[in-house]
């Protein structure tokens, strides 16, 4: 797929702005490339996906937190009746102990089942965008060594304060849309 969109790129490129001179510097907004990039849509959707996954997790464990605090306040009810037995009333506060500390570790590993989660979709959307980049990268430079370019800015950097790198450019040297 990627040589088909690669030969697809040149052949527009071709028709569109004919061959570029040589030793020419061209420009393109990588960032916008990134944007427009089917597989950049695709990999969007598939950790949109993931997200849900994880939502849909977290909200069973919830609600199985929600049931165990229920259940507490009935042992708590239960612990302090006094129609109930002293030994009934001692049951009921012994339980309500153990459901307290299994709320106290379900509640833990909600939490580190959540960061633990977020952590592994942080390392995937790296992976995935680093993947995208190169890809992009390397239908840039086929694409510049057909044209003959010396060389190719993006123009979407920054410097270290937040300025634009590259402040203009004329619109027939910008191969974004290319």
Known sequence: M???LTALFLAAVLM????????????VDLQEVFKQFYKTQLAQDQIRQQADD??????????????????IEVLRADSRDETLSDEVRANKRDQLEEKLVELQTKEQDMVEFEKLRRQQMEQQNTRMTKKLFDDIHASV????????????????????????????????????AD
């Open 16 to 27: 569109v702005g004919g061959a570029r001179a040589e030793d020419e510097i061209a420009f």
């Open 2 to 4: 990627n040589k088909f």
């Open 54 to 71: 994880i939502k849909m997790e977290r909200d069973e464990i919830e609600e199985e937190v929600k049931v165990m605090k229920e259940e």
């Open 141 to 176: 430079i086929t694409f510049s060594k057909a044209q003959g370019f010396t060389a190719v800015i993006d123009r979407s950097s920054h410097s270290r304060i937040g300025t634009d790198n590259v402040l203009i450019i004329r619109p027939n040297v910008d191969n974004t």
